[in-house]
């Protein structure tokens, strides 16, 4: 059989080349220099981080209306290198599960606006503005910061990152379809 790979010295520079690209690559982690230590330093502590956030914001309230200014600031950062940090091949790898991400968007546009609705009305009645309330939160679409979320617990961002950009353009057609169809 022939390979499909040019022969030659100059096909073998040119794999050198690329493997001395990744190489270097794979030591900087995402962007250059101090990004990448930065990404590196958030991936090992995001919990701790997301942990302490959370009770300096409950603990010393004042800060926290000091900093309010600044959540729209970090939440488009997290989202920036939630986003820096997807590969093209990786986005490749989610397009060609088409099963896995259609039951992604069947879960967060149909399911569980349904699974809300049925679970409040056991406790609410039927013309309550907070059963409304319940399931219009639940039809909303999922946030863009959900990337930086999904790497503080684990699960694939490039998933995340994807299913929040198809439910944000889908929601103005479902989130009326399923509000009429339950409220």
Not at 75 to 101: E, F, K, Q
Not at 115 to 131: G, K, R, W
Not at 141 to 158: E, K, Q, R
Not at 161 to 179: E, Y
Request: with cysteine; proline share 6%; glycine share 6%.
């Amino acid at each position: 059989k022939r390979s499909l790979r040019p022969a030659g010295a100059f096909a073998r520079a040119g794999r050198r080349r690329y493997r001395r690209l990744k190489r270097s690559k794979a030591r900087i982690g995402v962007g250059a220099g101090g990004l990448g230590l930065f990404t590196r330093w958030t991936k090992r502590h995001n919990t701790k981080i997301l942990a302490a956030a959370l009770l300096i914001g409950i603990g010393f309230q004042d800060v926290a209306a000091l900093l309010y200014p600044a959540v729209l600031v970090l939440a488009v950062a997290s989202m920036l290198l939630a986003c820096l940090r997807m590969r093209r091949p990786d986005l490749g790898a989610i397009v060609r599960r088409p099963v896995l991400l259609a039951a992604c968007l069947f879960w967060i546009l149909l399911a569980a606006p349904v699974l809300v609705f049925t679970s409040a009305s056991l406790v609410l009645e039927p013309e309550s503005s907070l059963l409304a309330g319940l399931t219009l939160n639940a039809a909303a679409p999922s946030l863009l910061s959900a990337p930086a979320y999904a790497l503080i617990v684990g699960v694939d961002p490039v998933l995340a990152t994807v299913v929040s950009i198809l439910t944000t353009l889908a929601a103005p057609f479902s989130v009326p379809a399923v509000t009429d169809l339950l409220l």
